[in-house]
T-cell receptor, first 111, second 112 residues
Framework: DAKTTQPPSMDCAEGRAANLPCNHSTISGNEYVYWYRQIHSQGPQYIIHGLKNNETNEMASLIITEDRKSSTLILPHATLRDTAVYYCIVRVADYGQNFVFGPGTRLSVLP | KAGVTQTPRYLIKTRGQQVTLSCSPISGHRSVSWYQQTPGQGLQFLFEYFSETQRNKGNFPGRFSGRQFSNSRSEMNVSTLELGDSALYLC???????????FGDGTRLSIL
């Protein structure tokens, strides 16, 4: 079973920041938080991951709370092409540890 | 850099047949994982290969098998196909286990 809880759906206005929350209250000290997204008919696309520090790349920012029990993925200026299902996954970065995908959050960016 | 390539993109089979799907990982990636995605069950892990050895396996029947070649390319095989095997089969590769996996666009298998 997935170790994360995400809202099933969210809307965001085009050009505004999209803030996608994820709860992972049972995360252990050696588990990373990963974010992927899946646009219809494509494979999941890696977005970002982190352990305890906030992370930023060209796609998004990842904010992890100090107790690591929750995180937020931020898309700073959402576009229509960001409409997708977003998955939050916690995983030990070690051999034999597969990614467990939950149902994710369906983000709709509205014009 | 080329991404993960899966062939074929679409496949139609009938019950009882067997099928082989192919995955070419990103150059330099040695870990290859396979997933099944269906509307009802979502994305489910099948198995992972690293350096030609199966390192991890999900909860699927023995009809689902795979292998990895010395060039890291991987194949998965499903024998005695059932209607419930209709799904999008996704392959993902990574350099090693502490790096993110990168997915191909999948093979959509339809069983008639």
């Amino acid at each position: 079973d997935a170790k994360t809880t995400q809202p099933p759906s969210m809307d965001c206005a085009e050009g505004r920041a999209a803030n996608l929350p994820c709860n992972h209250s049972t995360i252990s000290g050696n588990e990373y938080v990963y974010w992927y997204r899946q646009i219809h008919s494509q494979g999941p696309q890696y977005i970002i991951h982190g352990l305890k520090n906030n992370e930023t790349n060209e796609m998004a920012s990842l904010i992890i709370t100090e107790d690591r029990k929750s995180s937020t993925l931020i898309l700073p200026h959402a576009t229509l092409r960001d409409t997708a299902v977003y998955y939050c996954i916690v995983r030990v970065a070690d051999y034999g540890q597969n990614f467990v995908f939950g149902p994710g959050t369906r983000l709709s960016v509205l014009p | 850099k080329a991404g993960v390539t899966q062939t074929p993109r679409y496949l139609i089979k009938t019950r009882g047949q067997q099928v082989t799907l192919s995955c070419s990982p990103i150059s330099g990636h040695r870990s290859v994982s396979w997933y099944q995605q269906t509307p009802g069950q979502g994305l489910q892990f099948l198995f992972e290969y690293f350096s030609e050895t199966q390192r991890n396996k999900g909860n699927f029947p023995g009809r689902f098998s795979g292998r990895q070649f010395s060039n890291s390319r991987s194949e998965m095989n499903v024998s005695t196909l059932e209607l419930g095997d209709s799904a999008l089969y996704l392959c993902a590769s990574s350099f090693n286990s502490n790096q993110p996996q990168h997915f191909g666009d999948g093979t959509r298998l339809s069983i008639l």
